[in-house]
Each structure stands twice: as structure tokens, then as C-alpha cells.
């Protein structure tokens, strides 16, 4: 998507944004949570949960991660698989709903969850065993619609970015070209997902820029939310943005 597109649906968001949070704000018995001024949020914010969004105080790595697997395969990746001097069984494959591939003469093998290194492996043992000698097989992620981070909000250029392992906080909000006039430095929010859930946390630039705290590492499906500096944050709003947010993310990257 181009830049100008991406512009456009970043104002659209923001306005979205502003109106969700200027509702909360107006309607009688809500509850506005004023920003601590540092990257924590009150304490009443931390904890609070609803629809399988949780508010925590700082983000674990996601499950595959702390598994020693960074770059594990998603379903709906579009893979190519290399036989060395075995060119008919070339195949480029879209791992399926159940996260699995289907190959020549061995049919259906699981890939989600495993990986590069780990599916080479399985695949050299399941065509050594019966059909090749010594295989010298490759594989590669040729597309991804999961291997990506969302960028919403308050950006100069929001949009959805491709995740690689030098991915942190303050590198991909370089890749956005900062944040836009109206943002607030101390007001970043990443959601992540988990097998339980999908968490969020606040961070704040100015304490990253004056190593005064971490920049955080990012994964494929994080999505990162800037809210302009006169907000208030309530639940509420973090739902609201997560939802505006993932709904951006299947417009860029369809499934």
C-alpha cells in the first residue's frame, strides 16, 4: 500500500480514536484512567480484563518465541520447498487452516508452529525414509499475512510492516517516520497475542530514548497504537483501538 493510502487511513483512525475516546469521556457513570506520567498506567488500569484482552504491566515474549522459535511458520504462509537436484518436486505451498502442507508422495505434513530448520529436518526424514537418498531439502517463506506488525494511530505514515528479528518498538516506529504532531510519546500501547489471550502494555519513547528503560522486541502479529497527547485512556478506548487497528491489518494484508 502506498504512502498516501497509508496517511488516509491513518487520519481515519485517529479520528476514530478521538470520537471513541471523546464518547467515553461525555457519557455519564464512564470512567476515564489518567496516564501515570511515566509508561505505567494507574494501577486500576493493570489487570483489568474483558474479551480476552488483558492490561499488563510489561509483555512476555509470545509463546513461540520463549520456545526458541522467533520466525516459527504461521498458518496461511505461502512456503517454497527446494529439492536439491530433484527439481520436480518443487513445490511453493500455502500452509492450511489446520497447519499443514501437502507434498508429492508424502502427502500432509504439519509445518504451523515449527520452525524453518525443524520442517527441513522433518521433511529430509520423511523422503529419506522411502523415496530419496541423502534429500537436500530447502524451505522458505516466500509470503506471510501473519508475518506482520501493525502500526496505528498516531504515525506520521501508520501501516502494516513486515517483522524480521531486529524488529523493536523504536525501529519500526522509524519505518512509520515518527510520530505524527498530535502524539503523545508516553501514550504507545503494544497488544500481543497469546494461546490465552492477546495483552497490552504501555511504553513510553522518551524513557527508551533515554535508556532509561528497554526497547522492546516486536513479533509478527503485534500491533502498536499511538493515542494523541490529550487522551485520557480507559479500557474501553484499548478495545476500541485494538479493534480499529486488527480491522486496518486484514484491509493491507488480506488472508
Known amino acids: 500500500m502506498g504512502r498516501v493510502s497509508r496517511s488516509r487511513i491513518g487520519a481515519s ?26 509508561a505505567t498506567p494507574s494501577s486500576s488500569l493493570i489487570g483489568a480484563s474483558s474479551d480476552g484482552l488483558t492490561v499488563v504491566q ?7 518465541a520463549r520456545h526458541g522459535k522467533p520466525n516459527a511458520i504461521f498458518k496461511n504462509d505461502l512456503l517454497t520447498v527446494d529439492f536439491f537436484e530433484v527439481n520436480e518436486l518443487d513445490k511453493e505451498v ?3 487452516g489446520d497447519g499443514r502442507i501437502q507434498l508429492p508422495l508424502i502427502g500432509y505434513v504439519k509445518a504451523e508452529g515449527r520452525s524453518i530448520p525443524e520442517l527441513e529436518a522433518k521433511l529430509k526424514r520423511l523422503y529419506g525414509a522411502d523415496y530419496l537418498q541423502n534429500p537436500q531439502i530447502s524451505v522458505f517463506v516466500k509470503d506471510s499475512t501473519e508475518r506482520m506488525i501493525t502500526l496505528d494511530g498516531a504515525f506520521r505514515h501508520p501501516g502494516v510492516f513486515r517483522a524480521n528479528a531486529q524488529s523493536s518498538l523504536m525501529l519500526m516506529v522509524a519505518r512509520a517516520e515518527g510520530l ?10 503494544i497488544f500481543r497475542r497469546y494461546e490465552n489471550g492477546t495483552r497490552v502494555a504501555q511504553y513510553s519513547l522518551a524513557e527508551i530514548r533515554n535508556g532509561r528503560e528497554a526497547d522492546p522486541q516486536l513479533y509478527p502479529r503485534d500491533v502498536v497504537v499511538a493515542f494523541p497527547s490529550k487522551s485520557k485512556i480507559a479500557f474501553q478506548n484499548l478495545k476500541s483501538a485494538l479493534g480499529v487497528a486488527s480491522t486496518t491489518a486484514r484491509a493491507v494484508a488480506p488472508l
Do not use: Q
Open 13 to 38: 483512525i485517529a479520528l476514530m480514536l478521538a470520537s471513541t475516546l471523546l464518547f467515553s469521556a461525555c457519557t455519564p457513570g464512564a470512567v476515564n484512567y489518567g496516564l501515570a506520567p511515566k
Open 58 to 64: 510489561r509483555l512476555t515474549p509470545p509463546e513461540h
Open 94 to 96: 500455502r500452509v492450511d
Open 180 to 189: 505524527n504532531s498530535i502524539a503523545d510519546e508516553e501514550k504507545l500501547f
